[in-house]
């Protein structure tokens, strides 16, 4: 299974911009999946995660301007990006969650990410 974001680039603030990650495999395997963010200097951040039942938690510098979707029958997550601000501006990825069941009830996490996609908000 692999991931592949796309559809960063450059936009003015107030802009928008909807970023896209393919799943290479079925995207139904993933329990979570979302978009994190890194900005130079500073830590990975989730920025939007949704669950393989369609509930959605954002950052709270997002809500309102963020919406994640997943389209299981595409294989595809997206995340548009609304009234984009400077601070914005970060290198987004997509990850997953994927549950490995090794039977009589044990298991462990995998995780998966896409190559990082840079969004630049500037004028």
Excluded at 18 to 39: A, D, E, P, T
Excluded at 60 to 74: L, P
Aim: aromatic letters at 12%; a neutral charge; glycine letters at 14%.
């Amino acid at each position: 299974v692999q991931l592949q974001a796309y559809g960063g680039g450059l936009v003015q603030p107030g802009g928008f911009l909807r970023l896209s990650c393919v799943v290479f495999g079925s995207i139904s395997s993933f329990n979570n999946m979302g978009w994190y963010r890194q900005s130079p200097g500073k830590q990975r951040e989730s920025v939007a995660v949704i669950r393989s039942g369609g509930s959605t938690n954002y950052e709270d510098s997002v809500k309102g301007r963020f919406t994640i979707s997943r389209d299981n029958a595409k294989n595809m997550m997206y995340l548009q990006m609304n009234s984009l601000k400077p601070e914005d501006t970060a290198v987004y990825y997509c990850h997953g969650t994927m549950w490995v069941d090794e039977g009589d009830g044990m298991g462990y996490t995998t995780h998966y990410w896409g190559q990082g996609t840079l969004v630049t908000v500037s004028s």
